[in-house]
């Protein structure tokens, strides 16, 4: 596969070509497992993207370089049964674990979680 200046100047020296003969001839191509090949596309446009100067925020391979995953947004709602759920992200921040007991105070439109047998507790 063709990556960098490299890509560029085959992508010149074919010239007006179709699509499909610009990701064959650049090399992205693998094969299905009935043997015929598959053009891939993606990795040939995310290819020349890098070549270009346009980073996605990929390595090499086409995995991302960033943290995966969405934001934390410090918000939640009721779910359509009633529950309030707190998702991993915040559990994990808080190095929780399955079983970890708390008490659950209500105040005046809020709930605090009070982990058993902390100082706060008391």
Avoid: H, W
């Amino acid at each position: 596969m063709f990556t960098g200046p490299e890509l560029l100047a085959k992508l010149k020296e074919l010239g007006d070509v179709s699509k499909s003969e610009l990701v064959r001839e650049c090399g992205y191509l693998s094969a299905k497992k009935d043997g015929s090949e598959r053009l891939n596309f993606t990795a040939f446009y995310e290819a020349l993207l890098n070549a270009k100067g346009v980073n996605l925020g990929t390595d090499s391979a086409g995995r991302s370089t960033g943290k995966g995953g969405r934001k934390l947004s410090y918000t939640t709602k009721i779910q359509f049964n009633g529950n309030l759920m707190v998702g991993k992200a915040y559990t994990a921040m808080l190095d929780l674990k399955p079983g970890d007991e708390f008490e659950i105070k209500l105040g005046k439109k809020q709930i605090k979680l009070i982990p058993l047998g902390s100082a706060e507790e008391e």
